[in-house]
C-alpha cells in the first residue's frame, strides 16, 4: 500500500469506515498526487452550463463571508463571489490565478487530512468535482466540520467525468446515484450535518454535463 493511501496511522480509522468494501478507497494510480498536478491545467472539467448550475446553487445558498475552497483550480464558479475566498488545492499555479481567490494554499488532503486553518473560521465550505480523488474522505469531511461555523453550509457537486486513475475505486464503479448515496454516507458518518439534502441541479434530458450537489450544515 503507497504512502498516500495508508490508514494505519490512525487507530479509529477502521470503525469509522466500516462497511465500506474492501478496496474501495484504493486507486488504479496510488502514488502521491503532486506527480499528476504538477502541471497547471487551465480548463473547466465541466461544462458552461454545469458551471453556471454550481455559482447558481452558491448563490441559492447564499453562501458568502469567509468561504474555503477545497480542491480548488484557477476556477470557482461564484456568480456572486464571497468577501473573503480561500482556496486550497495541489497546483500552486493553478491555485495563484484564481481571480475569485483572496489567498490560495498548496496542500495535499490525501497525505494530510487536516486542515491549517483555525476552529470555526469559515462561513461555508464548497468543493467542486473533487471528491471523489481523496482516500481518507471522513477524516476530511470532520476537518471541514471543525473549521466551518455552526450553521455553516458544505456544499460538494459533482458531474459524471473525472481522471479515472485518481479517482477511488468506489466511486469509478457505480452511477450517478451511486455518487450521491456515497456523498451522503460521508455527511452521515461525519458532522453532525443538518438540513442534508441532494439534488440534480441540471435538467434531467439533453445534452451536456450533469451537476449534481449533495450539501449540509454543520450543528
Ligand atoms: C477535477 S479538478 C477540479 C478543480 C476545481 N474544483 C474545479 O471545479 O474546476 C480536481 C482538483 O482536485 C484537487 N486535488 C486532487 N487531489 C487532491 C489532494 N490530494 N489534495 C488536495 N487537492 C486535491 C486538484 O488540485 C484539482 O484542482
Known amino acids: 500500500m503507497s504512502k498516500a493511501n495508508s490508514r494505519e496511522e490512525d487507530p479509529y480509522s477502521h470503525e469509522r469506515y466500516a462497511g465500506f468494501p474492501d478496496g474501495f478507497f484504493d486507486r488504479s494510480d496510488s502514488s502521491v498526487d503532486d506527480n499528476f498536478y504538477a502541471q497547471p491545467r487551465m480548463v473547466t472539467h465541466i461544462d458552461d452550463r454545469a458551471v453556471r448550475a454550481v455559482g447558481d446553487l452558491y448563490s441559492e445558498l447564499n453562501i ?24 486550497l488545492g495541489m497546483n500552486s499555479e493553478e491555485l495563484a490565478r484564481n481571480l ?8 495535499d488532503l490525501n497525505l494530510n487530512h487536516r486542515l491549517p486553518f483555525e476552529d470555526d473560521s469559515f462561513d461555508a465550505v464548497v468543493c467542486c468535482v ?17 473549521v466551518i461555523r455552526r450553521g ?68
Open 64 to 87: 458568502g463571508g469567509r468561504v474555503l475552497d477545497l480542491m480548488s483550480s484557477w476556477v470557482s464558479h461564484f456568480v456572486d463571489v464571497p468577501e473573503d475566498l480561500v482556496v
Open 100 to 107: 475569485q481567490a483572496s489567498s490560495w494554499c498548496q496542500h
Open 130 to 146: 473533487s471528491i471523489d480523488y481523496l482516500v481518507r474522505p471522513l477524516e476530511v469531511f470532520a476537518e471541514v466540520h471543525r
Open 152 to 219: 455553516g453550509v458544505f456544499v460538494n457537486s459533482f458531474s459524471n467525468r473525472c481522471f479515472p486513475t485518481k479517482a477511488i475505486h468506489g466511486w469509478s464503479q457505480t452511477d450517478d446515484e451511486g455518487h450521491v448515496s456515497i456523498v451522503a454516507e460521508y455527511y452521515r458518518r461525519t458532522g453532525p450535518w443538518a438540513d442534508l439534502d441532494a439534488q440534480l441541479r441540471t435538467p434531467l434530458h439533453g445534452a451536456g454535463d450533469p451537476l449534481y450537489a449533495v450539501w449540509g450544515s454543520a450543528v
